[in-house]
C-alpha cells in the first residue's frame, strides 16, 4: 500500500524528484507548469464589473443634475433625480 504512493505512475502524471524523465524534461516549456498557468492572473470580475456601473451611474447623476438645473432651475425639483440603468434600451435613465 505505501509502495503504490511513493512510486510514480506514468498515468497520474506525478513525478518522482530522481526521476530521469524529470531532469531530461525540465527545461521543455510547460512541461513543469502548464503553459496557461504560467501567465500572470488578471483582475478584475464582478468588483470591476461593480465599479465601472458605479462610475457610469455618478457621470448620469451629474449630467441629469445639469439639465434639471439649466431647464428647470436648481430649486424646482424636490427630492432629487433617480438614475438607473435600463436593459431594455440598454441606456441609463433618470427620473
Do not use: M
Not at 4 to 9: A, E, G, M
Not at 20 to 29: D, E, F, Q, R, V
Not at 46 to 74: F, M, N, P, T, Y
Amino acid at each position: 500500500y505505501k509502495e503504490r504512493y511513493t512510486q510514480s505512475s506514468p498515468t497520474c502524471g506525478l513525478l518522482r524528484p530522481s526521476s530521469k524523465l524529470l531532469g531530461a524534461n525540465k527545461n521543455i516549456p510547460g512541461f513543469l507548469i502548464p503553459l496557461k498557468r504560467s501567465s500572470p492572473r488578471v483582475l478584475g470580475g464582478l468588483h470591476v464589473i461593480r465599479s465601472r456601473l458605479k462610475e457610469e451611474q455618478e457621470a448620469e447623476l451629474q449630467k441629469a443634475q445639469r439639465w434639471i438645473d439649466v431647464h428647470l432651475g436648481s430649486e424646482s425639483l424636490y427630492g432629487g433625480i433617480q438614475v438607473y440603468y435600463d436593459p431594455f434600451c440598454a441606456c441609463w435613465r433618470w427620473w
